[in-house]
Nanobody
Framework: QLQLVESGGGSVQPGGSLRLSCEGS????????IGWFRQAPGKEREAVSC????????KYGDSVKGRFTISRDNAERTVYLQMNSLKPEDTAIYYC??????????????????WGQGTQVTVSS
């Protein structure tokens, strides 16, 4: 049974940091492209960052470039999202998702067919 489980969310003050983890099971994790997406109340789900199967290629949304870093450890079947210099506008539910292939935009939501349940990130003073 395919599973993606996010962890590491929480509440933090502006300027703080969090590290999210996404652990996969029940599928060929090491061959999958993994993406982090987020959805704030009243807004559409948006791509945060994506990483290819061997971790050699990454992509970031414009709003998080220079602040967030995605990485993966295939031996641990885990993808990480290090989030630094957090801002109130980063507040959202963060989801990880997996796909075996994308065409064009590696972070295109339409390519991702397996999703985790999400973890809440709240940035507030």
């Amino acid at each position: 049974q395919l599973q993606l489980v996010e962890s590491g969310g929480g509440s933090v003050q502006p300027g703080g940091s969090l590290r999210l983890s996404c652990e996969g099971s029940g599928f060929t994790f090491e061959h999958s492209i993994i993406g982090w997406f987020r959805q704030a109340p009243g807004k559409e789900r948006e791509a945060v960052s994506c990483i290819n199967d061997i971790g050699s290629k990454t992509k970031y949304g414009d709003s998080v470039k220079g602040r967030f870093t995605i990485s993966r450890d295939n031996a641990e079947r885990t993808v990480y999202l290090q989030m630094n210099s957090l801002k109130p506008e980063d507040t959202a539910i963060y989801y990880c998702a997996a796909t075996l292939a994308t065409r064009g935009d590696m972070c295109g939501l339409e390519w991702y067919d397996s999703w985790g349940q999400g973890t809440q990130v709240t940035v507030s003073s």
